[in-house]
């Protein structure tokens, strides 16, 4: 089944103890992009990457990294996470070019206290 | 920047009715519009992809429209059902600088209720 798998569902942490959130495609996409989501904020992207290598900011990136060292893998670090990361965190994926549409995964729910 | 807005944030609808859902964009330049269904606390599906060249897609009883002269895009539902209760997202996929087409800017949501 094509998709977007995303680990883990639900993840409490505290204060400054260093993350990852994994995401894995199965569909041969090069374009991967992390989205998280708050009330009455809609969903903002931290961060995408059109290819192997290839990775850049969007519009929410600090206290973030992110890495792509292969073309199925792109997870979402928190070096130091901090309360207001607390958030609905979702990948996605796509075929790079203009007429495709996203995958997205299930969800990341991340608190941080 | 690109801006997407969804009106109205809220519609509670009788079982049966037809209903339309609203979304506006700001900068014509897009590639395409997506429209997605989350169910609390869970992941996007998507629903309908309108190419930019496309006047509108249709999928069982969801109808999606695209205008992109007048920055609009309209989702209609034939016949809602509770089920149907959810939040709809609209989404438009703009260029993003360097050689991407990957940006996704949202709306923020229409939250859906159809009761019995």
């Known amino acids: 089944e094509a998709q977007v798998t995303q680990n883990p569902r639900y993840l409490i942490t505290v204060t400054g103890k260093k993350l990852t959130v994994t995401c894995s495609q199965n569909?041969?996409?090069?374009?991967m992009s992390w989205y998280r989501q708050d009330p009455g904020l809609g969903l903002r992207q931290i961060y995408y990457?059109?290819?192997?290598?290839?990775?850049d900011k969007g519009d929410v990136p600090e206290g973030y990294k992110v890495s792509r060292k292969e073309k199925r893998n792109f997870p979402l670090i928190l070096e130091s996470p901090s309360p207001n990361q607390t958030s609905l965190y979702f990948c996605?994926?796509?075929?790079?070019?203009?007429?495709?549409?996203?995958?997205f995964g299930s969800g990341t729910r991340l608190t941080v206290v | 920047k690109q801006e997407v807005t969804q009106i109205p944030a809220a519609l509670s609808v009788p079982e049966g009715e037809n209903l339309v859902l609203n979304c506006s964009f700001t900068?014509?330049?897009?590639?395409?519009l997506q429209w997605f269904r989350q169910d609390p606390g869970k992941g996007l599906t998507s629903l309908l992809l309108?190419?930019?060249?496309?006047r509108e897609q249709t999928s069982g009883r969801l109808n999606a429209s695209l205008d992109k002269s007048s920055g609009r895009s309209t989702l209609y539902i034939a016949a809602s059902q509770p089920g149907d209760s959810a939040t709809y997202l609209c989404?438009?996929?703009?260029?993003?600088?360097?050689?991407?087409?990957?940006?996704?800017?949202f709306g923020q949501g229409t939250i859906l209720t159809v009761h019995p």
């Open positions: 989404a438009g996929r703009i260029w993003a600088g360097g050689t991407s087409y990957g940006k996704l800017t």
């Open positions: 309108i190419q930019s060249s496309q």
């Open positions: 990457s059109m290819n192997v290598e290839v990775t």
């Open positions: 569909m041969n996409h090069e374009y």
């Open positions: 996605a994926s796509s075929l790079e070019g203009q007429g495709y549409s996203y995958t």
């Open positions: 900068d014509s330049a897009i590639y395409n």
